[in-house]
């Protein structure tokens, strides 16, 4: 069996474990990171894909709120290239209690999340879609973050200082001597072939799998209780601005404009299963439902797709758990010593947070870490631009309109409703080395507006086959996959134009291309 040697072993290749390897990379320690699947595909890349300015806890979670108002501010600094700059909107409608409104207001100041109120019919000019019935709005800080751009910065800006990144690789195994972790046994789920890796320190930043690494290491009472939400995209941008309803967090108060289209979310289920992503009809219906307080009319518009996310929600049974409802769990992150709390020196475990706050997350690990090796070093990544980033630009939405405009005659349109050109598939291809058009997918969003790949998806599977070693077998797996997985977030909102468009995709994938008889 081949074997690596570390001086960090990362379980769990989300924006947490990300970070981690960044921070661990950046103050010159070896690190390698393994994840059962491509980087950010767990709940960092099943989220709603806000920013948060921390109001949204300012009333009820606190020290989540203080913590995601800091690194709102520091996520903007270190990774503009990752962050539409959106605002944030809390409105008080109809339907939410009046009284709230002051409650929000002083929860913000108290936990420094910058709000100012402004008149309602200033709100209205600037989103007219708003229900025009609002009695009082703040504005904050939110913004928009694309979660696979910022995980695969890190991923390259650790790998740059010599971090080994390896995706498609599931701890199977974790190396226990007596009281001491000293690294874990992976597989490639690819291949089947097994690798190990000796670490003088193993984290896992496995989010709501923490409970399941733990167990391979023999450590009981790591509970994080998975809250299973679901959230659903929208055909173009009802809003510009993030909007949120002023009432305490509950089901579909929020509606954040991502790229191209606009997202509502989220409900709040407890689950056994981290791998729960369960689609109820009644939860899809009552989400567009509540859009539809916010934004009238939004059950009108045409809903592209559907899907789930679970938050790592940690109750520590030693102490902390209380047993009721998943709402009422801290977002706060939680790291455990597990020397300090079950006599076992070398592992870390790190869990729950937000997205926002990864960076805060890996540099409290990291510093642990250090302290462990008894080599403390100094955390620079609240300054050190992300690979990609140093410009300081944010995302602008029309800016994809003019860099096609700038090479219509010389570079092919392969993916209209994203407008990828053919250019960027290959580079990633490449880059990548995958012959996975879900990976492809992440990275370039092809195949993520209206006809969900319908137009697009057969051509970039014939400009993979066109790679060296890819054979024919290889591509139409590519092709049945994407589309099998699409259809996972398609069929549950089939109604109206995207049940038209739905129709006419399957036309040309079985009519047409007879996609499952394919060799």
């Given at each position: ?294 934004v009238p009319g939004f059950k009108d518009a045409r809903a592209l797709r559907v899907w789930t996310g679970v938050r790592p ?207």
């Open positions: 069996m081949e074997k690596l040697s570390t001086d960090v072993l990362v379980i769990g290749g989300g924006a947490t474990g990300a970070g981690v390897a960044w921070d661990a990379a950046l103050r010159g320690l070896d690190v390698v990171l393994v994840e059962r699947g491509d980087l950010g595909t767990g709940t960092s890349g099943r989220f709603h894909g806000l920013l948060h300015s921390g109001g949204r806890y300012a009333v009820k979670d606190p020290s989540a709120a203080d913590e995601c108002a800091r690194e709102n501010l520091i996520v903007r600094h270190i990774a503009p290239d990752a962050i539409e700059d959106t605002g944030g909107f809390f409105v008080t409608t109809p339907f939410d209690d009046p009284a709230y409104a002051d409650r929000f207001a002083l929860g913000c100041r108290n936990t420094g999340v910058p709000c100012e109120e402004i008149e309602p019919a200033q709100a209205l000019r600037e989103e007219p879609r708003l229900n025009p019935r609002v009695s009082r709005a703040f504005r904050v800080p939110d913004a928009s973050i694309d979660v696979w751009r910022l995980v695969w910065a890190l991923a390259r800006g650790a790998q740059e200082r010599g971090a080994r990144v390896l995706p498609y690789h599931e701890a199977v195994a974790v190396h226990r001597d007596g009281d001491e972790i000293k690294g874990a046994r992976v597989r490639n789920s690819r291949t089947g072939d097994e690798l190990d890796v000796e670490a003088r320190i193993t984290v896992s930043a496995s989010g709501a799998w923490a409970g399941k690494i733990a167990g391979l290491a023999g450590i009981e009472g790591v509970q994080v209780r998975p809250g299973r939400g679901i959230m659903i995209a929208m055909n173009h941008r009802l809003v510009n601005t993030v909007v949120n309803r002023c009432q305490m967090p509950t089901d579909g108060d929020i509606i954040v404009p991502i790229r191209t289209v606009c997202v509502v979310g989220t409900t709040d289920v407890d689950t056994e299963d981290p791998d729960d992503h369960s689609v109820i009809q009644d939860e899809v219906d009552a989400m567009l439902a509540y859009g539809e307080r916010l929600l940690f109750e520590d049974t030693k102490g902390n758990g209380d047993g009721g409802s998943s709402r009422d769990v801290t977002r706060a992150h939680a790291l455990l010593d597990h020397m300090d709390r079950d006599g076992v020196s070398g592992f870390f475990t790190i869990t729950g947070g937000k997205l926002t706050t990864y960076r805060l997350m890996a540099q409290d690990t990291v510093d642990a870490v250090c302290r462990q090796l008894g080599d403390p070093r100094p955390c620079t990544t609240a300054t050190e631009r992300l690979p990609g980033s140093h410009d300081g630009e944010y995302i602008r939405v029309e800016d994809r309109l003019g860099r096609r405009e700038r090479h219509l005659r010389d570079d092919q349109l392969i993916c209209e409703c994203e407008l990828i050109p053919r250019r960027r598939i290959e580079d990633t291809i490449r880059q990548r080395g995958t012959t996975d058009l879900d990976d492809v997918r992440r990275l370039l969003r092809l195949g993520m507006g209206p006809c969900q790949g319908g137009f697009c998806i057969y051509r970039a599977a014939g400009i993979l086959h066109g790679h060296d070693g890819i054979d024919t077998s290889q591509a139409n797996r590519a092709l049945v996959d994407y589309v099998l997985e699409r259809w996972k977030g398609v069929w549950p909102i089939l109604y109206g134009d995207q049940l038209r468009q739905a129709r006419l995709d399957d036309w040309i994938f079985q009519g047409v291309l007879d996609i499952e008889h394919l060799p």
